[in-house]
Every structure is written in C-alpha cells, then in structure tokens.
C-alpha cells in the first residue's frame, strides 16, 4: 500500500514540476530583460539553444504525462486497497467488529 501512495506522491511532484516550468516559460516570454525575453520579436518555434516553442511543447508534454501516471496510480492504489480490505486479518481489516456487531454480541 506504501508503495502504491508512494507512485501518487511521486506523479504529483512531477506535475508540480512541469506546470511550473510551463508558468516560467511564460514568465520568460514576457520578460523584458535581454537575456531572457524576446522584448517583442517572435519566439520561434525550434531553436538549438535558445529559448523556443518547444521549450513549451515539451514541458505540457511532461504535464499531460504526469496527469496520466496519477490516474494511473491512484488507480492502481485503489485496486491494492480494495484487495487488501478483502484479504481476512489484513490491517485495513483488522479494525474491530462494526457498532451492529458489537450490539448483537452483547
């Protein structure tokens, strides 16, 4: 189960990565300083070492990925939970007899 919530945690850190990286890719488009903004020309669209579209491509690109490994993940951490509630003795089992239990013992 660990493990399961461990993928969840670790999709969402690589969310949080890519959107801001796509927030400072916006940023650094309108920026004004000469080194990072473009200060009204065009961005192109591929350059080897400046900054580009691509740039932008690439990062929404990680975040659709990261979108889709929570999905994945919360999935998965869903489907260990329930195999783990049906599994007798298992610890998301083990919480004691219900309140309709415990009155029809008494």
């Known amino acids: ?45 591929h350059s080897f070492f400046a900054f580009s579209h ?14 889709n490994e929570i999905a994945d993940a919360k999935r998965d951490r869903d489907m260990v939970f329930s195999e783990s509630k049906s599994i007798p003795g298992s610890p998301s089992n083990s919480r004691g007899p219900s309140l309709g239990q415990a009155r029809a013992s008494a």
């Not at 691509?54 to 979108?67: C, E, F």
Request: no cysteine.
């Open 1 to 45: 189960m660990a493990v399961a919530k461990e993928a969840v945690d670790d999709a969402y850190v690589d969310l949080k990565s890519a959107k801001g990286r796509i927030s400072s890719w916006h940023s650094r488009s309108k920026s004004s300083f000469p080194i990072y903004g473009k200060r009204g020309k065009p961005i192109p669209r």
């Open 54 to 67: 691509s740039d932008l491509d690439s990062a929404k690109r990680d975040a659709d990925r990261a979108s």
